[in-house]
């Protein structure tokens, strides 16, 4: 598609994460001129820094100074995979304030290719159950499509991002297009035995992560290659062996030549055209320069992160739009969730001490959801997954200072790896509650002029409930497995902190109760899309990214008939 | 390191631990301590705390059929440490608790614990590491000492097994490779 003249491009993305990435790549290959505006730092795929840094060369073997973690990190710190080696792709707190209405850890990146660096590469598909839920027990609003009208774009994205797993055929967790899955070492595979037949209907399986175990050619011609069990993903990987943005998306829309990305953009505003009805484009912050610029396109995709877009849209305001653009129900910035996490138990697996591994697993396994899928077991709603594994830690990482001994045969006691230690974590659906909200300061800004977001999110009694089930389910099948020192632990967490933040911008099938309609695209204003986390109206209880992926390229799609028949 | 150039460092360290007291390595060790470059200048340790450290630290984790902590530097790592990541509370802790070690040594055989016979030192840390939960100045020290042997690169690539790119996770018998991963 040739450029329209009165546009500066054809499609504008406003953020380059998961859902960024790939809605750039799905416009970019369908010929659209595509700026990506990311408020990130650049990121060059192939030149991480940390990626080979031993800890001896680090300087202070890879631990944070207090000092460092106190001034610039001391929210990232609290959240997941903040670490000397990983530190400069999280957002520098001092600089990026928010307000905690209520206790809320914001991660971010601040990197182009967003999250997608970070993320933990859990990959599964939702079910028929979670698209169901909100219409089944009453809380939020119905989502106005079911797995049917998503299983294809899994279909079409999981190839592409490559995941690993095993078929198993449940109705709770659909199987995908996988590549072989990473195998389950033995411990694994005696816990799993023992859940599967002490716990009838519980299943205990490989863990589905964005590792390509067997590159295939969509993946080589990127220059993506196979897994190397490094385990050490969060400094980026230059094999491109588990999926970013950065190894995939980004370089499948830039291999077309209609990709423009710019970073340090600090979107502020999409600008709406009272003439037309539409988002005429977008008005941006040059973090390095302090300029601000306006570009135009005949289409918006906002895929800034969750609360990112939501603060974009929030403060996207003129005389139609006074409480952000496309917000006349007023429900922009409502129904904000994060899953329940923190609960959950580990123990040591006696035996097996000749039995090793090569390679640091990068997945581990999974427990699908067995809570109230088909009638109402447990005193809560809805449900929860496990995550996990078994290992051998060095005694001296798993015993550190507790480990008595001096001299040889201390130092040769240490060259046995350690017990086997099996844990797991949960993730668990929470209910959407109208009241759990974010919305934007009056008067606060930040150093480049953005109005501060305050968090109104907190957990209910169903999470208290299900977390505390969370932790005792586990400790139950921990010891049945015959696990010694079983230990569980349910600690309170502040929402956030699962990374998993979704909501405020909910798809529905009315405008009065909803912000997006079943193509992820705003009520009002008809050429505006979001189609990160801000577009879901429930969470599931399995990690969202590779929906964020397949509701995007549905997204693109459906935009791109309506922009061909000049829709919009 | 106060106002001691590595030679003089070199030489009475030799000369406190005695010829005993040397470790196959120590020459060389001591060597490859001191081509650790902490970034900071603010060394914290005396000469005779850090001499003091690294006798201790070698005989937590000393030379054997592979090199140990001296050789590894770990005594100019907990210096490094102590002065630039520990907050002052922390690394006045560990002063304290070194000088008690030495203090303790003097007043129950009259000389310093450096000058004490190999024996008597290796007995004294024994006596501390079996007392481990009753001695947090010891148990601190002791714990860095791990820390430092176990991520210096003699400490992963020499005495544990290092494997920066492993290629694709498999099951193996822990005989196939004989030690841990580091």
């Not at chain 1, 709603?381 to 051998?392: M, N, T």
């Not at chain 1, 798809?507 to 193509?519: A, E, F, I, V």
């Not at chain 2, 650790?36 to 001499?51: A, D, L, R, V, W």
Request: hydrophobic share 35%; proline share 5%.
């Amino acid at each position: 598609m040739i450029k329209t003249k009165n546009y500066d491009f054809d499609a504008i993305v406003v953020g380059s994460g998961m859902s960024g990435g790939y809605a750039a790549k799905e416009f970019c290959e369908k010929g659209y001129k595509t700026l990506v505006l990311d408020r990130g730092k650049p990121i060059e795929h192939g030149n991480y820094e940390t990626e080979f840094k031993p800890p001896w060369e680090m300087e202070f073997r890879g631990k944070m100074h207090s000092e460092e973690i106190k001034e610039k990190y001391f929210i990232q710190k609290k959240g997941h995979g903040v670490s000397d080696y990983t530190k400069h792709h999280f957002i520098n707190d001092l600089e990026n304030p928010y307000i905690q209405g209520k206790p809320y850890l914001w991660t971010r990146s601040s990197k182009v290719g967003g999250k997608s660096v970070i993320w933990s590469r859990q990959s599964y598909r939702w079910n028929k159950l979670d698209f169901e839920a909100n219409q089944k027990d009453g809380h939020g609003i119905d989502w106005p499509i079911r797995y049917d009208d998503l299983a294809p774009w899994y279909d079409y994205v999981e190839p592409f991002i490559g995941i690993s797993g095993s078929y198993e055929n449940l109705d709770e967790l659909p199987d995908g297009q996988f590549l072989p899955p990473i195998p389950l070492n033995v411990v694994e595979r005696q816990v799993k035995a023992s859940i599967e037949t002490n716990f009838p209907g519980r299943k205990m399986i490989p863990a589905r992560v964005a590792h390509l175990t067997e590159p295939q050619p969509i993946h080589l011609e990127l220059g993506r290659g196979q897994c190397q069990s490094r385990n050490q993903c969060g400094r980026g990987c230059s094999w491109g062996g588990y999926y970013s943005s950065v190894s995939g998306a980004l370089p499948a829309a830039k291999r077309t030549g209609n990709l423009t990305l710019t970073a340090n953009a600090q979107v502020q505003e999409v600008l709406y055209d009272s003439k037309t009805g539409k988002a005429s484009g977008i008005r941006y912050v040059d973090t390095v320069s302090g300029e601000t610029n306006i570009v135009t396109a005949r289409v918006v995709f906002m895929c800034a992160s969750t609360l990112g877009t939501l603060q974009i849209l929030m403060n996207s305001t003129s005389d139609k739009y006074p409480d952000g653009i496309g917000n006349t129900s007023g429900v922009l910035g409502r129904y904000i969730m994060d899953h329940v996490h923190g609960a959950g138990a580990n123990g040591i697996m006696p035996g097996h001490r000749d039995s090793y591994y090569k390679g640091r697993n990068p997945g581990g396994i999974y427990i699908p959801r067995f809570q109230n899928i088909k009638e109402q077991q447990s005193d809560y709603l809805r449900g929860y997954g496990y995550q996990g594994g078994a290992s051998r830690s060095t005694r001296v990482n798993a015993q550190r200072a507790n480990q008595t001994g001096i001299g040889k045969s201390f130092k040769e006691a240490n060259r046995e790896p350690g017990s086997w230690k099996f844990k797991v974590t949960s993730f668990g659906e929470v209910l959407p509650d109208f009241n759990n909200r974010v919305f934007l300061h009056a008067s606060n800004k930040d150093q480049w002029g953005m109005p501060l977001l305050i968090t109104n999110v907190a957990y209910g009694e169903n999470e208290a409930k299900m977390k505390q089930d969370m932790m005792d389910s586990a400790v139950a099948m921990l010891k049945a497995a015959g696990l010694k020192n079983v230990r569980g632990y349910n600690k309170p967490m502040a929402p956030g902190r699962s990374i998993h933040e979704m909501g405020g911008a909910c798809m529905g099938r009315d405008p009065k109760t909803s912000y997006l309609n079943q193509w992820n695209q705003s009520h009002e204003v008809a050429n505006l899309f979001v189609t990160d986390g801000a577009a879901f109206s429930s969470v599931s209880c399995v990690n969202p990214s590779i929906t964020f992926m397949a509701l995007t390229a549905r997204a693109v799609d459906y935009a791109d008939k309506q922009l061909k028949s000049g829709i919009i | 390191m106060g106002n001691l150039n590595r030679r003089e460092f070199i030489a009475g360290l030799a000369a406190m631990l005695g010829t005993a007291a040397m470790t196959p390595g120590l020459a060389n060790a001591v060597n490859i301590g001191l081509t650790f470059k902490p970034s900071g200048s603010n060394i914290i340790f005396s000469e005779q705390q850090m001499m003091l450290v690294a006798r201790i630290a070698d005989i937590i984790i000393p030379a054997t059929d592979t090199p140990g902590a001296i050789d590894a530097g770990v005594h100019l790592y907990i210096d490094h440490i102590a002065a630039n990541w520990m907050n002052k509370q922390e690394s006045n802790r560990l002063l304290a608790g070194i000088d008690k070690i030495d203090a303790d040594a003097k007043a129950k055989y009259d000389s310093g614990f450096l000058a004490l016979d190999n024996k008597i030192q290796i007995a004294i840390v024994q006596a501390l590491d079996d007392n481990l939960a009753q001695e947090p100045a010891y148990k601190m020290l002791k714990t860095y000492t791990v820390t430092g042997y176990y991520t210096s690169k003699i400490g992963m690539t020499v005495e544990l097994n290092y494997d920066p790119i492993p290629g694709p996770y498999k099951e193996i018998p822990l005989s196939d490779v004989g030690k841990a991963w580091s």
